[in-house]
Antibody, heavy 121, light 107 residues
């Protein structure tokens, strides 16, 4: 069965860095685009970034462009999010999510349980 | 960045009633519109992609329609498990964006 397990969430000070990981299993990871989506406590969903199945295409939300970097290791079936220059407003639960159709970008059918990032001084 | 608005913010209905949720985009997203359901403490669940295609395992009471800038999610007859928050997401242009959500609660 498909599993996505995020890790790396922590409490960090503004301006610091953090790297999130998402370990995938139960499907052919290298065939699917992958996303990071976040949700601040009590708020709605906020799309963060996407990476294509082969890692060649990456897109970011305006709010994180230049600060966050999405990457993947298809040999390790792992997705990453490098977060630099963190701000208080980046505080959220971060979900990784897979596309529902191989080599397409139509919707996210499986999501991890989320990892909490808290940015506070 | 394409902005999505959802209406109403809250929809109070009873089981068995029909729910009609709206999502409007600030510019055309063609048919690249997705709907998710989220319950408290849970990750979102994919319901509909490309405006009208039900995801695997989604009951037929959920349907989507629309094109361009105006989209609708319809739940034909609410079941108790359908009371949740519903989000639309556009995939017409990157960056992708979500709407603010519609809370369907029990009257």
């Amino acid at each position: 069965q498909v599993q996505l397990v995020e890790s790396g969430g922590d409490v960090v000070q503004p301006g610091r860095s953090l790297r999130l990981s998402c370990a995938a299993s139960g499907f052919t990871f290298s065939n699917y685009g992958m996303h990071w989506v976040r949700q601040a406590p009590g708020k709605g969903l906020d799309w963060v970034a996407v990476i294509s199945y082969d890692g060649k295409l990456k897109y970011y939300a305006d709010s994180v462009k230049g600060r966050f970097t999405i990457s993947r290791d298809n040999f390790k079936s792992t997705l990453y999010l490098q977060m630099d220059s963190l701000r208080v407003e980046d505080t959220a639960v971060y979900y990784c999510a897979k596309e529902n159709i191989p080599r397409a970008a139509t919707g996210n059918d499986y999501w991890g349980q989320g990892t909490l990032v808290t940015v506070s001084s | 960045e394409i902005m999505l608005t959802q209406s109403p913010a809250t929809l109070s209905l009873s089981p068995g009633e029909r729910a009609t949720l709206s999502c409007r985009a600030s510019q055309s997203v063609s048919n690249r519109l997705v709907w998710y359901q989220q319950k408290p403490g849970q990750a979102p669940r994919l319901l509909i992609y490309d405006t009208s295609n039900r995801a695997t395992g989604i009951p037929a009471r959920f349907s989507g329609s629309g094109s361009g800038t105006d989209f609708t999610l319809t739940i034909s007859s609410l079941e108790p498990e359908d009371f949740a928050v519903y989000y639309c997401q556009q995939r017409g242009n990157w960056p992708s964006t979500f709407g603010p959500g519609t809370n369907v609660d029990m009257k």
